[in-house]
């Protein structure tokens, strides 16, 4: 009877236990966005939330989608807009697999502005796909060539979330599948791997070192002694032609004209001082008063479009806008591994928003705008990239040598035929 009442209490005790819930620590665990790794980070204060991001991506396999952060314009309500204050792997979803440390360190990379342009990224994501190539080994009873593209999908998904993917980067990721899937069957692992890493530097070498080579001859051509350039923002191709064009000995001065709020202008005006090039720097508000005195407008590009548009980073088309009118040529610089078959005539459908916050702050870094995410009534727009109609460029110079925009569609069949 004793044995029977002491059951009847356990019993009792337990489904009291149940009715409660789960209990007070599994609860802050389903309420928190990332798990807290198990052996807390000892580096310096700088370095504790990149290492507290490597923990929980290494240790926990599923997450939340990334939420947005702030209030977005009706407009552009169909894009995400992060902060850079949050750390990016939290609320990031990872699909079922352990994310490769090196593509962790480039998502975040990416996601605080640390590496930043077009050919940046680009060369970035292909040295952590030789690190990937590097580690990888073949599972048993799989095969190399389809294993690894199933492997690669998830980082890509991860470094997608962290910042979408450039036109560039998804021309290189394509590369890097296609010889994957062009690698036979019968061909041994390290063999294997040898032959994908030298594709890659391959890639990097033809495509965007010899390439802004051959721009460099081409752009070199146009420019002519007692010449006033126009350049905007800061391209690494531009910046390479005008570093070329000085050290050939041609005379001719600069004028760097910038935008908030990322001001990339000073890098570009940093670099091009160094070298000895005269330059002045404005703001893009100062447009129309400065391009009077300006002969040729060089412009870099993000990618160049299959209807011939161009997209750059925002300004790019006023600027090319307002020198049309002056009657200055444009001419833009870009290598053909960035040429895409999307068609776009708007920056609304597809574009990029960058963090909200950047609006705001002040030389001080204090404003009275701290809180704006509570004023319901306003709206902060951080467009990145915009995009510039045909009509308003006189050349592109590629490294398959000058053509209109209106070509890109024939350098796009050209390039598939190769292939």
């Not at 609320?91 to 940046?120: C, D, E, K, M, W």
């Amino acid at each position: 009877e004793k044995q029977r009442l002491r059951k009847e209490k356990k019993q009792h005790k337990k489904s009291k236990k149940d009715d409660k819930g789960p209990p007070e620590k599994e609860k802050v665990k389903e309420k928190a966005s990332v798990p807290v790794p198990s052996k807390p980070a000892t580096q310096s204060p700088a370095h504790k939330g990149t290492s507290a991001c490597f923990a929980a991506v290494s240790n926990v396999i599923f997450l939340h989608l990334k939420s947005d952060y702030g209030y977005k314009v009706s407009l552009f309500s169909h894009l995400h807009q992060y902060s850079r204050k949050n750390p990016p792997t939290q609320q990031i979803s990872i699909p079922a697999t352990v994310i490769h440390p090196s593509i962790v360190r480039l998502g975040l990379q990416y996601s605080q502005g640390i590496i930043a342009g077009s050919n940046a990224r680009s060369v970035a994501l292909l040295h952590a796909f030789k690190q990937v190539i590097q580690d990888y080994s073949t599972p048993p009873n799989e095969e190399l060539s389809r294993d690894l593209v199933n492997k690669l999908s998830p980082y890509i998904s991860f470094l997608s979330q962290c910042r979408p993917l450039s036109a560039s980067m998804g021309n290189a990721i394509k590369y890097i599948k296609k010889e994957i899937s062009n690698i036979p069957s019968q061909c041994k692992e390290e063999e294997a791997k040898g032959e994908l890493q030298a594709c890659i530097d391959s890639y990097i070498n033809e495509k965007i070192i010899l390439a802004s080579e051959a721009i460099s001859k081409y752009a070199i051509e146009k420019i002519s002694n007692g010449d006033v350039i126009l350049v905007y923002g800061c391209s690494s191709l531009v910046n390479h032609i005008l570093c070329k064009a000085f050290e050939k000995q041609r005379k001719f001065r600069v004028i760097v004209v910038d935008s908030r709020p990322r001001l990339e202008g000073r890098e570009t005006l940093r670099r091009l001082v160094k070298k000895g090039i005269r330059c002045t720097y404005v703001l893009i508000s100062a447009l129309s008063y400065i391009l009077p005195e300006v002969s040729k407008v060089f412009l870099g590009a993000h990618a160049l479009l299959a209807n011939g548009y161009v997209m750059s980073r925002v300004g790019t088309s006023q600027i090319a806008l307002v020198a049309k009118a002056y009657n200055v040529p444009v001419l833009v610089c870009c290598e053909t591994y960035k040429f895409c078959e999307r068609v776009q005539t708007d920056s609304f459908v597809s574009n990029e928003l960058d963090d909200p916050d950047d609006l705001i702050v002040t030389r001080n870094g204090k404003t009275h705008l701290e809180n704006w995410q509570t004023v319901k009534s306003l709206g902060l727009l951080n467009l990145v990239y915009d995009v510039t109609p045909p009509d308003f460029v006189d050349l592109v110079i590629t490294d398959l040598g000058m053509i209109p925009c209106t070509s890109v569609p024939v350098v796009l069949r050209v390039k598939n035929v190769d292939q």
